[in-house]
């Protein structure tokens, strides 16, 4: 099986193995995040192939070091746009709970009209995480970033679920103070 | 398409853009407790499990064997009710390790590294909590691993007793202690370990012996619970307070 760096380089010299190799190496890693987000296989499997098509457009001018996080992110972004649309359907996946989860985090707004620019909340979200300790920050992301289950994530981080809702909601809270703190308003 | 997000939604897509380091540090973690002694190759499964069931019939059989060594002391000493606080696991941990010494090949966690005779690892919570609570009296209840040569001692073993016993002449709070793991089965299963109450100063600059590696962390049941900082420390693997 070929590494990213390899990956990449068939992308670069537009070589449309890259496609397959890339579905190879990352298919079932952007299944599972998908599927974590929609929980319906058809559309899972469609945001993965929709997910090559976006790799093929971004690479290059993109050249990734960690190949399965930049197509991991392609994947989350197709997932929520297809949940948006499903959201039009009355359909759900797990979505609706972790969204309503992440209300907590937004601070009460005096000026609902007031918009930041993405890049100042990515920016903003992406220091906050840096502020967590790493296991508070790990169980976050396992969350939020790879939308997994409670139950999965007790799995896999051996913890009680209880914990990890506990876990979760200091987070949310710590977040919400941070967001509060650098004065954004969503 | 960001003017028809909702906030909840434009927080959740933020959220898809933080630093690789984070949720490359998140993989690592998972591969760390899913194949504790992680490998950067996988092995088929059988071998997997193969090696998954001995580490935790070792684990086991170590905790469990503490139990058949002759009673001694009960050291459950008031030297640290005497002291403002106790600190224990405030919350489930998953420990990985900072090291008192230069690794080899960089600053990578050693979480799969047994330390070297004469050294000590400790968690980065433990470190943490040291530095949450610089100035203060707080008493730390901690497990203490011990490696000779890099190799796990058993707890029951008679080096283990020895070496207990010489940080006991250091005044070090040190002896035996009760948790749960789970079996195979996943059920329950009582365990003794090796744990202490230690101050900050004893954690700083723990007496290492030249004979012996440490690695210290915050003292937790299976599932990462902390223990209760009130059930004692005791001399005698085979105190009937242990079972």
Known sequence: MLNDEDIVQL??????SAIEESSHRYGRYCYSISYNILHDSEDAEECVNDTWLRTW????????????FFVGRITRNLSLDKYKAKKAKKRGGDMPSLLEELTECIPDSTNVEQTLLDQDLNQTINQFMHTLPERECNLFLARYWYGMSLSEMAERFKVKENNIKASLFRSRGKLKSYLIQEGIEL | MTTSLTREERLFQAIGQVDDVLLERLEQQLQLIEHAPATVDVPDSDVMNTRRRRWHRTGIASALAAVAVAACLLIFS?????????????????????SNQKLPGGDVSPSMQM??????????????????????????????????????????????RAELKRLQQLQYQVGYTRY?????????TAGTMVAGYLTAAQLEQFAASPDYGYSIHFA???????????QGIFTDPNDPALK
Not at chain 1, 11 to 16: A, L, P, S, T, V
Not at chain 2, 78 to 98: D, G, I, L
Not at chain 2, 220 to 230: F, H, K, Q, R, V
């Open chain 1, 11 to 16: 992308y670069w010299d537009r070589h449309e």
């Open chain 1, 57 to 68: 457009n971004a690479i290059p001018p993109q050249r990734p070091n960690k190949l399965a």
């Open chain 2, 78 to 98: 008031p030297f640290w009710q005497n002291q403002s606080a106790m600190y224990t696991a405030s919350e489930p941990v998953v420990n990985s390790y900072v």
């Open chain 2, 115 to 160: 330390p070297a005779n004469g050294t000590f690892f400790y968690s980065h919570e433990v470190k943490q909590a040291l530095q949450a609570n610089q100035g203060k009296q707080v008493v730390f209840l901690v497990a203490i691993d011990l490696f000779h040569n890099r190799t796990p001692v058993a707890p029951d073993s008679e080096q283990t």
């Open chain 2, 180 to 188: 749960w793991t789970y079996s195979d089965e996943m059920q329950q």
């Open chain 2, 220 to 230: 937790t049941n299976g599932d990462g619970s902390p223990l209760s900082a009130e």
